[in-house]
């Protein structure tokens, strides 16, 4: 038993429940707090003597995380029966708590997620604390599920279908002030009112006896007529399609929960909801978008260093040397993160059109709705710009974001040298250069480090930062602890030519340029890759980065792989002609309109002509193979070189770095769930292509002895079995 629930009197008269799991930084429905909770119930059920019940957290800033994850990936290896009654015990739970012979009310200050909030709905009413921490959501869609414990059939109950076919197919939570709008809850309230308002409901409850009208109200079918249902649920599937590419079926099985069970009894409706979650619950799918959750948090805890006595050092101001497409991203993400920022730049113009590039991101999130004025008048408050390097002489962190060229950034470094402050640490935002070459030509080696984003700035929250063989762990932990701060994902990597995502995406687009010149087509090339889940096909890719960028990305990385790389004609030959992807209008495609739409351009066929192999018929099963092979591979090479920590570090790069699809759980996910024999064998069928498939020791290692990346969790799986 856990001991996670206290319960004590007021008075006499009003019961309080607090939920406070010692030793965890968040309370989880697990099986053995759902237990102890349904015990709890129990004992209340005859207490007729209280006039209402109380529940809250005892933990600052959260309420309830929701299901214990760990049980709900499990839930991928137990049986249907099992599974079946995962879902059902979460019913169960709510529907007692629903019952009690009296009216009940949840106090949420703090985050209130998935499973917390369907207990919240199962009581009679809710107040929320205004803690800047409270935000309610039921986000099961963003793991591969749905909400299965009342969600679907409560929710639009309380605040109304479109609502609520809003907050579930999107999973995005609301703060209190927004809940109370919504009607999701009575009120919002300080905090430290919340248990003396919590009372003052309950008497005004049992002073009208509300509370058992709205509870018979409840228990009825929402009444929507034909129409209402046909029109708001097809367009709802309509946007849903068009968002996931029906790759990811959670939110469509949770509009079919709603469709299917709101017109019903709520009893009737639950039953409804159990079968559809059995759609979902324990398939591969869900147990993919759980592994990315804790993938992610295992790299959100990595703080750059495992020695606890390394701290990172205190950045005031940051320097951004280069006012470009990504120099102005960057500059604008630390002023956004409230750091006081100073973008330098050649003259005057290029320092122009960065502030330009800068207020556009903002304008933009405005027009939609995730920025404020506020945020532009913060942005412009925080960002300097300047022609000279002197005003970095206060920078405590220096980004360098000019062009990618080695003889370039060294040279700045030396005039660098002679403004920075002794102290300061300056990184680079190279994509392929090694940071320990380069850390020859800085003021500090140890003080030198990686610092690399991903365009588009404002949106890829991926920033890999890259360790040099002199890069002090305090330079890292500073560096990790700064990203965070401007809300980015930081990878730490040792040093090597393409770092983590470089190093692995090049190979899978690599290959796509061989196939065309083999005979694929580029359209049959890129819709494989979409249809596998990528947001873009590697041609698609290749002309958004740029071909010039692409091309000098090529003559870092084959060299350094020069074993298993390939030169690939067509590349250099469409950079000589001029054609250089997206940014210039022509690349592969050529780029029509006011929104530069890709489509054919017969200008480009004598360019391929020149460049063709031997021709042959290619099979889309081929080109997946080639493509995402080719990755796999490269991919299990770096871990066993040592560049990353773990696979979640691959995993979550890939992911956030290229769009790699999440559904499938990251890279070496995907592995695991192909089995490392199956990938063995498919590399050895393309043995004859070169090096580049030979799947490594490690990988035919774990092939032989049914190893995975990811181990299965055995002991909650034994637990589900004895359940």
């Not at 905090?191 to 008497?203: F, H, K, Q």
């Not at 006595?309 to 470009?324: D, E, K, T, W, Y």
């Not at 588009?456 to 932990?477: F, H, Q, W």
């Not at 020149?610 to 080719?630: G, M, N, P, T, V």
Request: proline letters at 5%; hydrophobic letters at 40%.
């Amino acid at each position: 038993m856990t001991n996670a629930f206290k319960f004590e009197e007021r008075d006499g008269q009003i019961g309080l429940i607090t939920f406070d799991i010692e030793g965890q930084k968040v309370n989880t429905f697990s099986q053995q707090t759902i237990q102890e909770l349904s015990d709890l119930i129990d004992s209340l059920q005859d207490r007729t003597d209280l006039r209402g019940l109380l529940l809250q957290s005892g933990k600052d800033g959260q309420f309830v995380a929701g299901a214990d994850l760990n049980e709900l990936g499990a839930l991928a290896y137990a049986s249907p029966a099992a599974r079946r009654m995962g879902m059902q015990v979460g019913h169960d739970l709510f529907n007692k708590l629903s019952a009690l012979p009296f009216p009940t009310v949840a106090l949420v200050a703090g985050n209130c997620m998935g499973g917390g909030t369907e207990m919240i709905l199962s009581m009679d009413y809710r107040l929320a604390g205004l803690h800047p921490a409270t935000r309610i959501a039921l986000p099961e869609s963003k793991i591969g599920i749905i909400p299965g414990w009342g969600g679907t059939q409560r929710m639009p109950r309380v605040i109304g279908m479109h609502h609520a076919i809003e907050m579930i197919c999107s999973g995005e939570p609301v703060d209190g002030r927004r809940a109370a709008e919504l009607g999701l809850v009575f009120d919002a309230v300080p905090v430290d009112s919340l248990i003396d308002e919590g009372c003052r409901l309950i008497e005004q409850a049992q002073a009208t006896g509300e509370w058992k009208t709205n509870r018979e109200l409840f228990q009825q079918p929402l009444g929507l007529s034909d129409d209402q249902l046909r029109f708001n649920f097809l367009a709802a599937e309509s946007v849903v399609q068009a968002q996931t590419k029906g790759q990811y079926p959670a939110p469509l099985v949770a509009l079919k929960a709603m469709k299917e069970g709101l017109n019903l009894p709520l009893k009737e409706g639950l039953q409804v909801e159990l079968d559809c979650s059995m759609e979902v619950a324990g398939t591969e799918h869900s147990a993919n978008m759980i592994s990315v959750f804790f993938a992610n948090n295992t790299v959100s805890r990595d703080k750059g260093t495992t020695d606890p006595a390394i701290q990172p050092r205190n950045v005031q101001s940051v320097g951004v040397l280069g006012a470009g497409l990504m120099g102005a991203g960057i500059a604008t993400a630390h002023a956004r993160g409230g750091f006081p920022t100073t973008m330098v730049d050649v003259n005057q113009d290029a320092v122009a059109a960065g502030m330009k590039r800068a207020i556009s991101v903002i304008d933009k999130r405005i027009k939609i709705k995730r920025a404020t004025p506020e945020d532009m008048q913060q942005l412009l408050s925080k960002l300097n710009t300047s022609t000279s390097l002197s005003a970095f002489r206060d920078s405590d962190v220096i980004v360098e974001a000019v062009p990618e060229n080695e003889d370039l950034k060294t040279q700045v470094y030396g005039q660098l040298a002679e403004v920075m402050k002794e102290d300061a640490i300056l990184a680079s935002n190279t994509s392929t250069i090694s940071i320990t070459r380069m850390a020859k030509s800085a003021p500090n080696p140890e003080r030198f480090v990686g610092m690399h984003f991903f365009l588009p700035v404002d949106r890829m929250k991926l920033v890999e930062v890259i360790r040099g063989e002199e890069t002090s762990d305090e330079t890292v932990a500073t560096i990790v602890n700064l990203a965070k701060k401007i809300k980015k994902v930081p990878i730490v990597c040792n040093d090597c030519p393409g770092f983590l995502v470089n190093r692995v995406i090049f190979p899978y687009m690599n290959e796509a340029m061989l196939l065309l010149q083999e005979g694929a087509s580029m359209d049959k090339i890129d819709q494989v890759a979409t249809q596998f889940g990528m947001p873009l096909g590697p041609i698609a890719l290749s002309d958004m980065v740029g071909l010039d960028t692409m091309l000098g990305c090529v003559s870092v990385l084959n060299p350094a792989y020069s074993d298993r790389s390939v030169d690939v004609k067509v590349l250099s030959d469409l950079v000589i002609a001029g054609r250089l992807g997206k940014k210039n209008g022509s690349g592969f495609r050529q780029y029509v309109g006011p929104k530069g739409k890709p489509a054919d351009d017969p200008a480009f066929e004598p360019i391929l002509e020149k460049c063709r192999l031997d021709q042959r018929e290619i099979s889309e099963e081929e080109i997946r193979e080639r493509l995402f092979l080719a990755m796999l591979l490269e991919a299990v090479r770096l871990l066993d070189e040592g560049i990353v920590s773990t696979p979640s570090h691959v995993d979550m790069g890939m992911i956030l770095g290229t769009g790699f699809p999440a559904f499938r759980g990251g890279l070496l996910r995907w592995c695991d769930n192909e089995g490392a024999g199956n990938i063995v064998d498919r590399a050895d069928r393309l043995a004859s292509l070169g090096k580049r498939f030979e799947a490594p020791d490690s990988l035919r290692q774990m092939a032989r002895s049914g190893e995975k990346f990811y181990p299965v969790p055995k002991d909650i799986v034994n637990n589900l079995k004895e359940s």
